[in-house]
């Protein structure tokens, strides 16, 4: 289902038919958020996904939009090889495996990564004059965006996949669908309507909403872990 005809069944279930035409905004607002809300209390075949990149030759990070956490992170070159980057912690990787600036450090196949730091305070503020030539800086191109440091920087430009939990697409245009309002339309509404009842602070309302959510959650998560054991018949160990 589109976001425009989302916004006319929330007004429906809701008696708030303004968001149908006054509030429109107000209740994409309340898709979005109920839309976010599944995905933090979930886990189904869509809540992880990939993002491709390119690396270009002594490049060092990579920026990632909508990811709530950064799970895996591969590389492959152009003669088709693929290999998984080894994490380590932002300490580990500043101290002693990039401990001076990437320009200065030998190009090779990059073997680790880590979730990286991208946040400046002041949040508007401009860097120190000069500051490049004393340490590399990441900066988030927007706060959507995560970011992970690959070292040793590559000798070659390499595809990067980094794979993790990800927010579904956030609904925008009147014709925008994500994974809930094409496959779960009905646990979507349930959700904005939560929201709903947030904003106008009834608690009740909210546990009623979320008792109700818990029950479908639950049954969607279980075609993941179906999934997950399919053809395993032991344990390991």
């Known amino acids: 289902m589109i976001l425009s005809a989302l916004r006319t ?26 839309s ?13 996904a990939s993002n491709y990149s390119y690396l270009a ?4 990070n990579v ?21 998984q ?7 580990e990787m500043l101290s002693n495996i990039m401990p001076q600036l990437a320009s200065s450090m030998t190009t090779g196949n990059p073997l680790y990564y880590s979730p990286a730091v991208t946040r400046q305070v002041p949040e508007a503020g401009t860097l120190p004059p000069g500051s490049a030539s004393y340490m590399d800086v990441l900066i988030s191109t927007g706060y959507p965006y995560t970011a992970a440091i690959i070292a ?22 009147d014709a925008d669908s994500n994974y809930w309002s094409e496959v779960h339309i009905g646990v979507l509404m349930k959700a904005a309507l939560r929201e709903i009842e947030v904003f106008n602070r009834n608690r009740q309302g909210v546990r009623d909403w979320e008792a109700a959510i818990e029950v479908d959650l639950d049954s969607i998560n279980k075609d993941l872990v179906e999934e997950l054991i399919a053809e395993v018949n032991q344990m390991e160990g």
Do not use: M
């Open 36 to 48: 976010k809300f599944l995905d933090r209390h979930s886990e189904t075949q869509k809540t992880w």
């Open 9 to 34: 069944k929330l007004g429906e279930l809701s008696g708030r038919f303004d968001l149908t035409v006054d509030n429109t905004a107000l209740a994409t607002f309340f898709l979005n958020e109920g």
């Open 152 to 173: 040793p920087p590559p000798n070659g430009q390499l595809l990067v996949d980094v794979r993790g939990l990800y927010y579904s697409a956030e609904l925008v245009d």
């Open 63 to 83: 920026q990632i939009p909508s990811c709530r956490a950064i799970k895996e992170v591969w590389v492959a070159n152009s003669e088709g090889k693929r290999w």
């Open 57 to 60: 030759v002594g490049g060092w």
């Open 85 to 91: 980057l080894e994490k380590v912690d932002i300490q």
